[in-house]
């Protein structure tokens, strides 16, 4: 068993900041890359932030600057600092990890059950 869960969404004025938290717990032997995405509706969830256990980060054009994440990998948990935040950031935030069970098995990606992060004009 794999468990992620995400807190610190909530709603919040445009240009102001969110803090999200997603703690991956269960049966974990290690944890490659950590990631977030978010879908807005009508549209098709897009990667916001990827970072790999040795710190390496992706982030799109979209968020550059505004977007930060990180990841303490002692306790299993990935980080989304979000500031001047704007309307169109409006979405449910998922995060999600790719997992190793055991030594004996495959890396899986595994999913948080998402938080609504809403940004008012």
């Known amino acids: 068993q794999v468990q992620l869960v995400e807190s610190g969404g909530g709603l919040v004025q445009a240009g102001g900041s969110l803090r999200l938290s997603c703690v991956a717990s269960g049966s974990i032997f290690s944890i490659n890359v950590m990631g977030w995405y978010r879908q807005a509706p009508g549209k098709q969830r897009e990667l916001v932030a990827s970072i790999t256990s040795g710190g390496q980060v992706t982030v799109p054009d979209s968020v550059k600057g505004r977007f930060a994440v990180s990841r303490d990998n002692a306790k299993n948990t990935a980080y989304l600092q979000m500031s001047s935040l704007k309307p169109e950031d409006t979405a449910v935030y998922y995060c999600?990890?790719?997992?190793?069970?055991?030594?004996?098995?495959?890396?899986?990606?595994?999913w948080g059950q998402g938080t609504q992060v809403t940004v008012s004009s």
């Open positions: 999600a990890a790719d997992v190793r069970r055991s030594v004996w098995s495959n890396f899986l990606k595994y």
